[in-house]
């Protein structure tokens, strides 16, 4: 630790803690973003069978970031953890085309939730490193993202694997936790 | 600190003297005396890798590295360098050989066991398709598979309609075990899935089982399994060694999350944790032996 931050952190005060919900369907990567933006080896991710969570500085902030497993069976679990939440992270697999109806239903019915009213949200439209990702715009049109109008909403293409995008992504999380606090 | 400094003096310089004192008063070496002195198993095996790797001598060190087929030259060479009697020690040889079997082979083990986790599950094979469904019918003897990509997967606890996409991190080497486990001890494997199936108390048996293969895997990786094997093997521990250790884990979890109820699935990491603590918490222990206690049939 250089003397540089030491002196920051004697100054700063404590960070403001962030409640950061991170959903989507079974296989969309959530995991594997987690462990990257805790900086942590991506190479024997295994299904989420629960939730993992893990705290995160960014930008003045504490990310407490929940990943819950996506399989439908634990899908009726998702509620239990929707109190508080600050930024909702919705995470799909652009390459899984098969699921994108699935998927948008998952989505539409989280943004009716009661709990979730008015919390932002952030897609990641992840894989973007497979060849037959769809484009995050191709996405958000599937999705009808732009009749989304009870909150601020983002699209960002991603890749989990490779790191690109997350951080535009989180820098776009930070925003929006500020704009709202004001 | 003073610990460290300590430690440090000891390791660079008091150690190299104290066993040249030794040495000298009781005419045998270290390794002689580990070899003589512990009963085989993990006490020696792990003594006398701890000397061969603080040695100074490259023979000794290069002996960690050597393979399986040129182990007995090396034992010799070992001999030669530190002046041992076949006539004065005649037990020293053969022991000396079954530890190194031993210490190499575990590192050969963790480079199979990589090449198994590194290999993706792929459709495109049919081994690979053969042996999920081998899973399937083990595991569900009286049902049928309507079709490769079905709803059905989630009755034996994968997540979706196609179980290619939950092997991931863990590779063909999850679903081998999975098959293992069932192909061997069939009746405890059924006995599982029927307790994760339980309504209320219940877990996914495939996810989760892929989920121990990882805690198989890091437990190898990390050397933690090393007494396991040492106290088991009595040579190089090979796949199926660990294959069995994985149907220990797969067990063993059952009845623990059995006799734990936890309140629901969410909790999984949880308890996990505390299975995992208990696991390693055995492998501290000197005589650990994590071998299924049922006969395998």
């Not at chain 1, 900086?39 to 939730?51: C, L, M, R, V």
């Not at chain 1, 998927?103 to 439209?125: R, Y």
């Not at chain 2, 198989?216 to 933690?224: D, M, N, R, T, V």
Request: proline share 3%; net charge neutral.
């Amino acid at each position: 630790m250089g003397l540089l931050s030491i002196l920051r952190k004697l100054k700063s005060t404590p960070d403001q803690e962030v409640r950061i919900l991170l959903l989507g369907l079974d296989n969309g990567g959530k995991t594997t973003l987690l462990k990257q933006l805790a900086s942590e080896d991506i190479s024997h991710i295994t299904p989420t069978q629960g939730f993992n969570i893990k705290s995160v500085q960014s930008q003045g902030f504490k990310l407490n970031v929940w990943d819950i497993g996506g399989q439908r069976k634990i899908r009726p679990y998702w509620r239990n953890y929707f109190e508080n939440t600050d930024v909702l992270i919705y995470v799909i697999d652009s390459a899984d085309r098969k699921r994108f109806e699935e998927t948008g239903q998952e989505l539409a019915e989280l943004l009716d939730e009661e709990k979730l009213s008015g919390v932002p949200v952030l897609i990641f439209a992840n894989k973007q490193d497979l060849l037959t990702a769809a484009p995050a715009s191709e996405i958000a049109e599937g999705l009808n993202l732009h009749t989304i109008r009870d909150r601020m909403w983002q699209i960002q293409s991603c890749s989990a694997l490779t790191g690109e995008g997350i951080q535009e992504g989180m820098n776009w999380v930070c925003k929006s936790v500020n704009s709202k606090k004001k | 600190m003073f610990g460290y400094i300590w430690q440090y003096v000891y390791t660079f310089y008091l150690r190299y003297w104290l066993k040249w004192l030794i040495r000298q008063v009781t005419g045998t070496c270290e390794l002689q005396r580990i070899c003589s002195g512990y009963k085989a198993g993990a006490l020696r095996t792990a003594k006398a890798e701890y000397s061969l790797q603080s040695s100074k001598n490259k023979v000794l060190r290069g002996a960690l590295e050597a393979k399986k087929s040129n182990l007995e030259q090396c034992v010799d060479q070992i001999m030669k360098e530190k002046n041992v009697k076949l006539q004065k020690d005649p037990l020293f040889k053969g022991n000396l050989q079954i530890c190194l079997l031993q210490i190499t082979g575990y590192r050969s083990l963790y480079v199979s066991v990589e090449d198994l986790r590194k290999e993706p599950f792929s459709s495109e094979n049919p081994e690979h398709e053969t042996m999920l469904l081998k899973l399937w019918d083990l595991l569900m003897p009286s049902v049928k598979l309507e079709s490769r990509v079905t709803k059905q997967w989630g009755d034996i606890g994968f997540q979706g309609d196609d179980p290619k996409t939950d092997f991931r991190g863990m590779g063909l080497l999850g679903l081998i075990n999975l098959v293992f486990f069932s192909e061997n001890y069939t009746k405890e494997a059924r006995q599982a899935l029927s307790h994760a199936n339980h309504p209320k108390l219940g877990y996914s048996y495939a996810i989760v089982g892929i989920n121990l293969t990882e805690m198989a895997y890091s437990l190898l990786k990390s050397g933690a399994l090393k007494p396991h094997f040492y106290n088991t093997v009595q040579g190089p521990p090979e796949l199926r060694h660990f294959h069995q250790l994985y149907c220990f884990l797969a067990y063993e979890f059952d009845k623990f999350w059995v006799a734990e109820e936890p309140e629901s699935i969410m909790h999984f990491n949880q308890y996990r944790e505390k299975f995992h603590d208990s696991v390693k918490a055995h492998l501290q222990e000197p005589d650990v032996d994590l071998t299924l206690a049922v006969s395998s049939h």
